[in-house]
């Protein structure tokens, strides 16, 4: 008798069915499997937006916190996850979020500028952003998106890379986010508010802080000072974001070495440098290799502006402190000593020089893991003026900005108009009339000597123009300063996309000699670019993520100015290639 008697017939048969099945699911489930260790996991998160009484300066005020914390929580994933992020608006002010740096890839329902790919999430409303990690890997940062909410609303994401690959530099022994933010002691909402009526420039703040913390050199603050504490002998990765609202900021540690590994999560070829120059809307990781035995003294953290305009900037210093763990023997002598604080050397604040040597040694790996994928060749090309320009004061009433009138901020002469209802909404449900049009001028409305002596005319215009480009578009932006009211250089942020910069210079960039000198081999590859101070930056992108993608100074006043416009994406042919329709709960202008 053969096994299978064991079993009556209608027995043997439903064996077989199951071994069937076994197999067939098999089949089903293990490249399944193999597929979802790449494709990465579900992360849940919960942001209650709500106010916090936090004391900075000797003084308390009210903020808007995520979950009551300043800075706001950390986000981590792996690249390839998935993130649901429920923001439950409990504050009197409309809501949204931004995940700066995320390409959002057909998800740009979930980028979060407001009024460009959502309306706000109105208070006691909710909005889950759900979107996937894509081909990222490196620091980035999370803020509010709408008015100046986002000076105190920011926090880390921290996207590391797949389980088991590793960086490609030495495994630090500890990654800690360094957030530099800027403090105001008044309300910043009414600030900003009072200075768009007035047409004058708002106060600048009072402070900067590291992870929220001002630092020795405020009133009332050296208890509210960030230490890093470290073990000699040790990495350390330093992930640092400008989450400042209007200030390019230098960075260094007294007598300590960085190398810059990663910029705006790209890897880049690493670099030794004392000092760092971070725009808002920049992200760094810097490794800090520490002395291998404990010195007698501790280094003070410092950072304070990079600031080229004619506005009075806020001239202060933040700083934390880095101290080394020392051996046993002498932490009792040293409790009753105190270590000397040794200060780092920082470039002046109007140090273009140094800004210009150091963006120029931001390059990609360009190796077969980390391929450039810089367009060679363009499909379309566009030259764009950003600076300053003024507004007329409306009758009966008396401006502060120069004679009589209002800053205003503008590309090709374009003072952007924010919508009272969403971009993407308009162009995904064809109801666009009225809202915005595409006629963004590709080139300046009228040629000068963009850093010469200025025109006469300093008015701008006004509208919500935007430029729409076909599905894979490869794309060239030349931005070029201008010295309206004075040259001053603008950290200029694209959503949706990373781009190559392909080249930088001084002056009116010359369209017949400078694409010549264009770096097509390891341009960086960033979402936040320096337009140099009386100079331009060629940057580009292919335009493969359809949608409504903003682009604007990360100076805040200056996007408050109008120092904004978005790209409209069409769909492509193919089924991955169309923007996703919009979630059920997409919050309602
Ligand atoms: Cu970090 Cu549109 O901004």
Request: a positive charge.
């Amino acid at each position: 008798m053969g096994p299978s008697n064991i079993f009556p017939p209608s027995a043997s048969l439903k064996y077989s069915m199951v071994v069937l099945a076994i197999l067939f699911a098999a089949v089903l489930v293990f490249p399944e499997q193999a597929l979802a260790k790449n494709a990465g996991i579900t992360r849940n998160y919960k942001f209650n937006i709500k106010m916090q009484n936090v004391t900075r300066l000797c003084q308390t005020k009210s903020i808007v916190t995520v979950n009551g914390q300043f800075p706001g929580p950390r986000i981590i994933a792996r690249e390839g996850d998935h993130l649901l992020i429920k923001v439950v608006n409990h504050v009197k002010y409309n809501m949204t979020i931004h995940w700066h740096g995320i390409r959002q890839l057909r998800s740009g329902w979930a980028d979060g500028p407001a009024y460009i790919t959502q309306c706000p999430i109105q208070t006691g409303h909710s909005y889950v952003y759900n979107f996937t990690v894509t081909g990222q890997r490196g620091t980035l940062f999370w803020h509010a998106h709408i008015s100046w909410l986002r000076a105190t609303v920011y926090g880390p994401i921290v996207i590391l890379p797949k389980k088991h690959v590793p960086y490609p530099f030495p495994q630090p022994h500890k990654e800690v986010p360094i957030i530099f933010g800027e403090w105001w002691k008044t309300d910043t909402e009414k600030l900003i508010s009072q200075a768009l009526q007035t047409g004058g420039a708002p106060n600048v703040s009072d402070a900067y802080t590291i992870n929220g913390l001002p630092g020795p050199s405020y009133n009332c603050s050296a208890k509210d000072t960030f230490k890093l504490k470290v073990k000699p002998g040790k990495t350390y990765l330093l992930r640092m974001i400008n989450a400042a609202l209007n200030d390019e900021l230098f960075f260094s540690i007294a007598n300590h070495t960085l190398t810059v590994v990663e910029t705006d999560a790209v890897y880049v070829k690493p670099f030794k440098t004392k000092v760092v120059l971070i725009t808002p809307g920049q992200t760094t990781n810097v490794l800090l290799k520490v002395k291998s035995k404990a010195p007698n003294a501790n280094f003070l953290i410092a950072a304070r502006p990079y600031a080229t305009g004619p506005a009075a900037f806020d001239n202060t210093t933040t700083g934390g402190i880095l101290e080394y763990e020392q051996p046993a023997s002498s932490a009792s002598k040293n409790r009753t000593r105190k270590l000397t604080l040794l200060k780092p050397a920082l470039p002046r604040f109007n140090d273009t020089n140094f800004a210009t040597k150091f963006s120029n040694q931001i390059r990609s790996l360009a190796t077969a893991k980390f391929p450039v994928n810089v367009p060679k060749k363009v499909d379309r090309r566009f030259f764009f003026t950003v600076g300053l320009g003024l507004n007329p004061c409306p009758k009966n009433q008396t401006c502060q900005g120069p004679n009589n009138t209002m800053l205003a901020a503008s590309i090709n002469n374009v003072s952007f108009v924010q919508p009272n209802v969403s971009l993407l909404q308009s162009h995904f449900f064809n109801k666009s009339k009225g809202v915005y049009t595409t006629d963004f001028p590709a080139n300046p409305p009228f040629k000068f000597n963009y850093t010469g002596t200025p025109p006469k005319n300093l008015m701008v215009n006004s509208g919500t123009k935007v430029v729409s480009l076909p599905f894979n578009c490869r794309v060239e932006v030349v931005m070029q300063d201008t010295s309206i009211i004075a040259a001053e250089s603008h950290p200029l942020h694209l959503h949706g996309f990373n781009f190559f910069v392909v080249g930088q210079g001084f002056g009116n960039f010359d369209p017949n000699k400078d694409p010549a000198k264009f770096n097509l081999v390891d341009p960086a590859e960033r979402n936040t670019v320096g337009v140099p101070s009386g100079g331009w930056v060629a940057i580009r992108f292919l335009a493969d993520n359809p949608g409504v993608w903003f682009m604007h100074c990360h100076l805040e006043v200056h996007t408050s100015w109008g120092l904004k416009m978005a790209w409209l994406v069409m769909d492509g042919k193919g089924p991955k290639q169309k923007l996703q329709p919009p979630p059920s709960d997409l919050p309602k202008c």
